[in-house]
């Protein structure tokens, strides 16, 4: 039996229960409804949502909160002032977070490698702003989050939803539509179609720890050192690349960069875009490619091919083809010395590797150095992007990029399946510039 799209529903009680109109309560009846209807559910028969309304510390919490936690889906979280300083929504969401097998921290002390987690800004803008900085009252390892929904930028209406919703947050969306009906639909699909996750083992509320006064950085650190058993390090079958929700990236480049000592099947290995002997333009565009990543509720893999510039398709297109028949989205990354710059083997792979029907993804080229000015869209050939060098035009592109890897392999999973009904295209903002591909 096909699992179901169960969530758990994480806030502050007094935000629910002190509010004015309730409308929190709303929220969540609503979520509800609408997974149901998208999946096809009757809540009737069976419910879909957790919600904590009149559940006490204790054992009860372990029987029944702590039970949907280890085996929900997804963990709605609603992001208030309050939210943040509540113990036991922090461990709620400890709980969960201790379920994402890939979960790791960056430099900044951001969590990365988070499954599943799905924040709501609930409040005005405004409240999430301490001293004038924006979302300073965000707790830094949650950071990395994506706080709101994807947007491919090709639908005016759901634009307005998601800006408006941004600057007012969700209470003010509940009363205005046609805002909340467009957000509501995109957050339950986003739970419909997350991947399921590890069931969880072994936390009760008692040995529980409180996410938002936990030191993650020591859970993380050489020395292993946390007041819970920190989870174990993934092996090599446990990376693996889920369909439709990561993004394997291929960098061809003559930049210098550090290899992860984890091996994996599918690549030949994987960069360490944190390491300081990495190449300081190399780094950002790969935290470029990470953050749009996020903003497209994607898991990027930082891959490169065995040799570093290589001389066939060969081994690289078939790395390509494996990944795109298992559903996973593929990137070539190639800097501009690479193709066309260096007019040799190299060129002729990327080049090759642009023409080949055997995998779905892009091929997006980076400027670099004395040619990055020899690259515009004028002689760009099919499939291949050229990417801005301006970060924030830079990470439109990437996200438009993925939105159209992502149409790919939809389409093509419909043709290979008979009778398959109506799975959709989806195509970047300014796609059509392009020719074929």
């Not at 309304?53 to 054992?59: A, D, K, M, T, V």
């Not at 960098?251 to 994996?264: F, G």
């Not at 760009?380 to 939105?403: E, H, K, N």
Request: hydrophobic share 40%.
């Amino acid at each position: 039996m096909a699992s179901q799209p169960t969530f758990f529903f994480s806030h502050a009680r007094q935000d629910r229960e002190r509010s004015l109109n309730n409308y929190l309560e709303k929220f969540y009846q609503d979520l509800e409804t609408r997974v149901a209807e998208l999946e096809g559910i009757d809540l009737r028969e069976m419910s879909i949502g957790t919600i904590d309304r009149e559940i006490s510390q204790g054992q009860d919490w372990d029987r029944q909160l702590a039970t949907a936690l280890k085996k929900n889906r997804a963990f709605v979280s609603v992001f208030t002032p309050l939210y943040f300083k509540r113990a036991n929504c922090g461990k709620e969401l400890y709980v969960f977070l201790m379920r994402s097998a890939g979960l790791g921290i960056d430099t900044n002390g951001a969590l990365t490698g988070v499954d599943n987690v799905i924040p709501i800004r609930w409040e005005i803008k405004e409240a999430y702003f301490k001293n004038t900085e924006a979302n300073s009252i965000v707790p830094k390892f949650l950071r990395l989050l994506n706080d709101r929904p994807s947007d491919p930028g090709n639908d005016q209406a759901r634009t307005d939803a998601i800006k408006f919703y941004y600057d007012r947050g969700m209470r003010n969306c509940v009363t205005a539509e046609p805002h909340y009906s467009i957000l509501l639909e995109r957050i339950a699909l986003l739970i419909r179609d997350l991947q399921d996750l590890p069931e969880g083992a072994g936390e009760t509320f008692a040995t529980a720890a409180n996410a938002f006064d936990y030191d993650w950085t020591a859970h993380f650190g050489p020395q292993g050192a946390s007041p819970a058993p920190a989870p174990a390090q993934p092996s090599s079958e446990q990376v693996v690349p889920k369909p439709l929700s990561s993004t394997v990236a291929f960098y061809v480049t003559r930049r210098s960069y550090a290899v992860e000592q984890t091996q994996v099947g599918f690549a030949d290995r994987l960069i360490e875009d944190a390491d300081p002997t990495t190449e300081p333009g190399l780094v950002k565009l790969m935290a470029d490619l990470r953050e749009a990543g996020v903003l497209e509720n994607m898991h990027l893999f930082h891959a490169a091919p065995e040799p570093a510039i290589p001389q066939d398709a060969v081994s690289l297109l078939a790395r390509l083809k494996m990944l795109s028949a298992a559903k996973v989205l593929t990137l070539v990354i190639a800097d501009s010395d690479v193709w066309p710059g260096s007019g040799d083997a190299a060129a002729n792979v990327i080049e090759t590797i642009a023409r080949s029907p055997d995998w779905t993804g892009l091929i997006l080229v980076s400027p670099v150095g004395r040619y990055s000015q020899s690259i515009g869209q004028g002689n760009v050939p099919p499939r291949l992007v050229v990417l801005p060098q301006q970060s924030d035009l830079r990470i439109s592109a990437i996200r438009r990029a993925l939105v159209e890897i992502r149409g790919r392999v939809l389409s093509a999973s419909a043709e290979t399946l008979p009778g398959a009904e109506g799975v959709p295209v989806l195509r970047g903002v300014g796609a059509t510039r392009r020719n074929g591909g």
